[in-house]
C-alpha cells in the first residue's frame, strides 16, 4: 500500500496519509521550508528554533530542573529528646514541615501531635493540626517534597492518647523527635 489518497469526490484531489500497518493514517506532521516546498521535521532536520533574547548573563537560575547541593537556604531541623505533654515550640511564624523522624523507645505507643500555633502549644487545649502514631519501640519518618503549611507556626507535643485533650505523657524519654521545616 502506498502513502496518500485520492479522494472520491473532487477528481484528482489528494488527500496526505502515512501508511502504517496497511491504515492510512491522516498525515499532520510538522514541516519547514519555503513557499511550495515541505520538509518534514525529524532528527536529521530539526524544527529550527531562534529566541527573541539572548539568557541572562551570571549565574541566574533559569528553570532549575534537579535539585542542586548548596551550602546554604537548606531546611532547618528541630530536635527533641523525651518529647512530652508539655507542647514545644518549633517555629513561631508560618512555615512548612517537609518531615520527621520520630522514635519512641517506650513499651507502649505514643502520639505525636503537631499544632499550627506561634508559641509553644497547651496540649490538651490548643487544637491538634496532625496526629502520629509511633509504636513502641519503634521509628516513623517521612519526607514530604512540597511541604506541609503551618500558616500561624509549627507546634510539637506528645502523649499516651490520641484523644484531643489528653494529656498523659508517654514514658520518660522515650520520645525523640526531629521536626524538618523551613
Do not use: C
Not at 95 to 110: D, E, P
Request: a negative charge.
Amino acid at each position: 500500500m502506498s502513502d496518500n489518497i485520492t479522494l472520491p469526490e473532487g477528481a484528482g484531489t489528494l488527500l496526505a496519509t502515512d501508511e502504517i500497518l496497511g491504515v492510512h493514517v491522516l498525515r499532520a506532521k510538522v514541516q519547514t521550508g519555503a513557499d511550495g516546498t515541505a520538509v518534514d521535521v525529524s532528527q536529521d532536520d530539526p524544527l529550527p528554533v531562534s529566541l527573541a533574547e539572548p539568557l541572562p548573563a551570571g549565574g541566574n537560575t533559569v528553570g532549575a530542573v534537579h535539585v542542586k547541593p548548596d551550602t546554604a537556604g537548606g531546611l532547618s531541623v528541630y530536635r527533641h529528646i523525651g518529647l512530652n505533654s508539655l507542647g514545644q515550640n518549633v517555629k513561631s511564624s508560618a512555615g512548612q514541615v517537609f518531615g520527621w523522624h520520630l522514635s519512641n523507645t517506650g513499651a507502649s505507643g505514643v502520639f505525636v501531635k503537631f499544632y499550627d500555633a506561634a508559641g509553644a502549644p497547651l496540649v490538651g487545649v490548643t487544637t491538634t493540626f496532625m496526629t502520629l502514631y509511633v509504636p513502641a519501640g519503634q521509628v516513623v519518618s517521612a519526607g514530604h517534597t512540597n511541604g506541609i503549611a503551618f500558616s500561624n507556626g509549627i507546634g510539637v507535643g506528645a502523649t499516651a492518647g490520641p484523644t484531643e485533650p489528653d494529656t498523659n505523657d508517654p514514658a520518660t524519654d522515650a520520645v525523640i523527635v526531629n521536626v524538618f521545616y523551613k
